[in-house]
Every structure is written in C-alpha cells, then in structure tokens.
C-alpha cells in the first residue's frame, strides 16, 4: 500500500499487529510514523510505549519476545524495528526461512491487544541492483500483508508537496523558481521541505525569492546548472551560458549529459514553430496531448528559445549540437573548448 492508503487506513481501522515498511523515502515515512503513534499512544504514553530496536544489534527472537510481553506500565505500545534486513540470512538459500517467519506469524495471531511492530526496511531503493534485495526482504516478511512502500517522490508529486510547503508558509515563490528548487534538489522531497523553511525563515512573507537567493542558500544549487545552461543557449544569453557553463566545468559534470538536454530542447522548439504555436500555454498544452509531459517553465523555456532561433538557425543548432558531442566523445577531447566553442556560435 502507498503511504496515503496507510493512514487512511488506520484512521478507519483498529492497527495491525505488524507492517513492513519498506522503501528510502524519509518525509512519508515520518509522516506515517507519527500518524502511527497519535492513533496507538496517547500523549502521555509516548515515553513508556514507544519502543525502538535495531535488527543490527538484536536478534529478532528477543524483540518478537519483547512485542508478546506486556507493560508494566502502559497497555499501548508501538515497536519500532530498524534494519528490518538484518533478519535476513546472510548467505542466499533455496528456504530462507530458518523459523522466523513461523515467529512473526505467532506474533501476528497472538500479539497482546493495543501492539503494533512496525519492521523498517528503508536501506534499498526500489531500482538498480538494490531491486533485488528489496525483493528478497519482501520475500522473507511476506507473512506480513500490510507492506508501505515509500518510493522516492516523481517529479510531479515532488512538485506538488513544494507548491503545497509554499503555501502552507506563506511564502513568495514563482512558478519558475518554484521549478528551480526542485530541479535543483532532485525531487528529493525531505530536502524540498526542509530548504523551503529555510527559505521561509530568510525571506519571510513579504520578501519574495528569487532564483539567485536559491542559487545562493540552497546547497548544491550552483552545481547543478545544466538547467540553467540549457535555458541560457535557449534564450542566446553568452555571459549566462559561459558563467554556467563555468560551474559544471569546476563541478565535473558530464558535459554530453548537458548537450542531450539542450538538443531536446531545440527539438522541442523546432516541434513547436513548425506547429505554429505562439505561447507557452500552447506549447504544454500541444505537447501533453503528445504524450509529452513538460512544465509549465519548460514550456516558457522552449518559448524563448523560439524568440532567440529562427527555424534555420535551430536547424543548424541541432547540428552543432551533434559535432560537439560527437567531439567530446574523441580519445582526447578538450571539453572546456569545445563546449566554449559551442556556446559562442549559438549566442552570436
């Protein structure tokens, strides 16, 4: 179940006796953390009935022991296990189970009244090579039939916990910055929220921030300036372009990265002139129906770039787009260069 359904879930119904908590992202699962604890303990019972334990450091038999025990000194307890992997068996086998899985299904079947033992698994993410491990964490907990899974948050539901942060704190922050901010923390929601009250706490409500407060405060934000470089050859902005260009070079960025974003982004804009759009709610609007999703800013990027590059000059940009990329992929490139190179014949 996604973490939504887990609180709805337990607003509605008594808490199970145990949940699988699997996944990185840490604001959802906080968040269903101290919805867990306001539905089981009450404010006074937090101390006595709030118990952590790490998987790393105890066995799983001495805290199925402890979930089966009773209080002395409150009826409602919440146990919180971290490592949940830790139980695993350290060399892979055709049966994992060495006797486990019959203790979590006791506990499941006879758990003092008011227990709830939450296993936490947030080591493994839910692609790459860490896929696998999750699965054989799921494997081995499956007797278990509440799982939250805490995927990292998309793009779009990043965006949405920003707009929703923004306004929650009254803060003054545009479309495009808004877009910035999360660009530049890898809709890695826990940041977004933690970087927006900090924005909030400098600007307060009557001040309202602009892309260089976030270049300035955010950490990482000068780092990744691919963005900012893609928009600035969009628009045929020389001094913006060399200056980003600048920082992904002291960063050590992979320049061809940055050469895909921007040839994506002359595609688009070539898309968009030979379809005769005049706006940037034209230009998301044709494109969602494409199938594309892009935002609202990107739309208003695409849209500069076809005030900056007439249909013949984007043509020629996508080509030399192609021959600085194919010359950064040479034995011995000099990508400063090349990229410089780049950047003075798109802004001339």
């Known amino acids: 179940m996604t973490p939504d359904q887990f609180v709805l879930k337990i607003q509605k119904q008594t808490p199970a006796a145990a949940y699988l908590f699997i996944g990185p992202e840490p604001l959802q699962r906080d ?53 949940a992997e830790g139980a695993l068996p350290r060399r892979l086998t055709d049966k994992e189970d060495d006797g486990s899985g019959a203790a979590i299904s006791d506990l499941l079947r006879h758990a003092p009244p008011g227990v709830t033992v939450v296993f936490d698994c ?27 899974e805490f995927r ?40 977004i929220v933690q970087e927006i009250e900090k924005l909030s706490l400098f600007a307060g409500k009557d001040r309202k921030i602009t892309a260089d407060d976030i270049q300035q405060l955010v950490p990482d934000a000068q780092a990744t300036t691919m963005f900012a470089l893609v ?17 992904l070079m002291r960063e050590g960025e992979y320049l061809p990265l940055a050469l895909t974003f921007l040839a994506t982004q002359f ?12 706006n940037a709610q034209q230009i998301q609007t044709y494109f969602t129906r494409q199938g594309i999703r892009i935002w609202r800013e ?33 034995v011995r490139p000099d990508d400063r260069v090349i990229m410089e190179e780049l950047v003075l014949s798109l802004t001339r």
């Open 31 to 83: 968040f269903c953390r101290k919805a867990l604890l306001e539905r089981v303990l009450q404010p006074d019972e937090i101390d006595d009935g709030f118990t952590r334990h790490d998987l790393d450091e105890t066995p799983l038999a001495s805290i199925l022991d402890d979930a089966r025990s009773f209080s002395l000194f409150t009826r409602n307890r919440v146990i919180w296990v971290s490592g």
């Open 122 to 148: 947030s080591r493994f993410d839910f692609d790459g090579d860490d896929k696998a491990k999750l699965d054989r964490v799921q494997k081995f907990y499956s007797i278990i039939p509440d799982q939250v």
């Open 152 to 191: 990292p948050f998309t793009p779009e539901s990043a965006r949405r916990l920003a707009q929703e942060t923004v306004r929650r704190l009254g803060l003054q922050l545009g479309i495009s910055e808004l877009g910035l901010l999360v660009d530049t923390l890898g809709a890695d929601g826990a940041r």
């Open 231 to 247: 928009s600035a050859l969009g628009r045929g902005d020389r001094k913006k372009s060399l200056q980003a260009l600048d920082t």
């Open 267 to 278: 595609r688009l804009a070539l898309v968009a002139q030979e379809a005769k759009l005049q």
């Open 298 to 330: 990107r739309a208003e990027q695409v849209q500069q770039t076809l005030s900056a590059f007439p249909k013949d000059k984007l043509a020629d940009a996508l080509a030399k787009v192609f021959w600085a990329d194919k010359s950064l992929r040479d």
